[in-house]
C-alpha cells in the first residue's frame, strides 16, 4: 500500500519479485537473470545459480492467504510456460549438462506485516518426454 493507495498488480508483482532477488541473493543464490521472455515462447521469472544448480524461478505475490497459498496459483499451464522458457534459455547456452531445478519463490504481503518469503526448490519437474536427447 502507498498511503492507502492499493498497489496495481503489476506494481504488486514488481515488489513481489525484487523481495524474491533479495532473498535469493541472501541466502546464496547468483542471480543471473529477471524476466527472461523466450524468443520460442515461455517465460521465466528469475534465473539463478544455487551451488552447481541453475534455477528457474516463478514469484508469486499475494497479499493475501484467504484464498490459499502464492503457489497455488502456478498451474499445469503456467508450469509449462516456465519449462519452455527454461528449455529455451538452455538451447541459448548450448544445452549443457548442467542440473536444474524448477522453484516457486512465495511472498505474502500483509498490510501490517513483514513480508513473508517461502522458497519450494524443485516444485515441478520436467515431464519426461521432455528430457528426450539430453
Given at each position: 500500500m502507498r498511503s492507502g493507495v492499493p498497489l496495481s498488480r503489476a506494481e504488486l508483482g514488481l515488489l513481489g519479485e525484487n523481495l524474491a532477488q533479495l532473498w535469493l541473493r541472501r541466502n546464496g543464490r547468483k542471480v543471473l537473470h529477471r524476466n527472461f521472455r523466450a524468443p520460442r515462447g515461455g517465460e521465466v521469472d528469475i534465473v539463478c545459480r544455487h551451488r552447481n544448480v541453475l534455477a528457474f524461478c516463478e514469484v508469486k505475490t499475494r497479499t493475501s492467504d484467504a484464498f490459499g497459498r502464492p503457489a497455488d496459483a502456478v498451474t499445469p499451464e503456467k508450469q509449462r510456460l516456465i519449462q519452455r522458457g527454461a528449455q529455451e534459455w538452455l538451447?541459448?547456452?548450448?544445452?549443457?549438462?548442467?542440473?536444474?531445478?524448477?522453484?516457486?519463490?512465495?511472498?505474502?504481503?500483509?498490510?501490517?506485516?513483514?513480508?513473508?518469503?517461502?522458497?519450494?526448490?524443485?516444485?515441478?519437474?520436467?515431464?519426461?518426454?521432455?528430457?528426450?536427447?539430453?
Open positions: 538451447r541459448l547456452l548450448g544445452r549443457p549438462k548442467i542440473k536444474f531445478r524448477f522453484d516457486i519463490v512465495e511472498v505474502l504481503l500483509i498490510d501490517g506485516e513483514l513480508p513473508r518469503l517461502n522458497v519450494i526448490e524443485n516444485a515441478f519437474q520436467l515431464p519426461e518426454s521432455s528430457l528426450a536427447g539430453r
